[in-house]
Antibody
């Protein structure tokens, strides 16, 4: 069974930093792209960032480019998102998601339960 | 960036009725890269349909997807109580950026 468990969320002041983690199990982690998607309170889903299976390619939404960094550790079956220079508008539940099988690599085939990030003074 | 517009914003229906959800894209999307997700409060979203019309693993056959070009549809043939949720379409392309529609809430009438 595919399982994705996010952690690392919390309350942080504007301008602060946070590192989110996603622990994966139930599949060959190194064989799939991974993504982060967020949902702000009362809003819809917003794609944040994606990384290819071997970390060769990383993509970011314009809203987070230059502030967030995605990475992964295939040996530890873990995905990360470093959030810097946080703003109030980054407040959201952040979901980790696994990609699909080729050619649907960038699909979000499986999702975690999410971790809440609150940016407030 | 491709913009996805979902309609209606809210759909009020009774169990057993048919639900038809629309997703229009600002430019033509390869049918290979259009997905639908179901999202319930307190849970992670669930993939329903990918490639515009392929059901994901374990998804009941009352869910079906269709469409091409700029017009796509998710149909739930007969609503079950567990189907009341928010539904999102997404274009995921051959590479990011990825974009979601604004969502359609299917609520109990």
């Amino acid at each position: 069974e595919v399982q994705l468990v996010e952690s690392g969320g919390g309350l942080v002041k504007p301008g602060g930093s946070l590192r989110l983690s996603c622990a994966a199990s139930g599949f060959t982690f190194s064989g799939y792209s991974m993504s982060w998607v967020r949902q702000a309170p009362g809003k819809g889903l917003e794609w944040v960032s994606s990384i290819s299976s071997s970390s060769s390619y990383m993509y970011y939404a314009d809203s987070v480019k230059g502030r967030f960094t995605i990475s992964r550790d295939n040996a530890k079956k873990s995905l990360f998102l470093q959030l810097n220079s946080l703003r109030a508008e980054d407040t959201a539940v952040y979901y980790c998601a696994r990609g699909g099988d080729a050619p649907d690599r960038w699909l979000q085939a499986y999702w975690g339960q999410g971790t809440l990030v609150t940016v407030s003074s | 960036e491709i913009v996805l517009t979902q309609s209606p914003g809210t759909l009020s229906l009774s169990p057993g009725e048919r639900a038809t959800l629309s997703c229009r894209t600002s430019q033509s999307v390869s049918s290979s890269y259009l997905a639908w997700y179901q999202h319930k409060p307190g849970q992670g979203p669930r993939l329903l349909i990918y490639g515009a019309s392929s059901r994901a693993t374990g998804i009941p056959d009352r869910f079906s997807g269709s469409g091409s070009g700029t017009d796509f549809t998710l149909t739930i043939s007969r609503l079950e109580p567990e189907d009341f949720a928010v539904y999102y379409c997404q274009q995921y392309g051959s590479s990011p950026p990825l974009t979601f529609g604004g969502g359609t809430k299917v609520e109990i009438k």
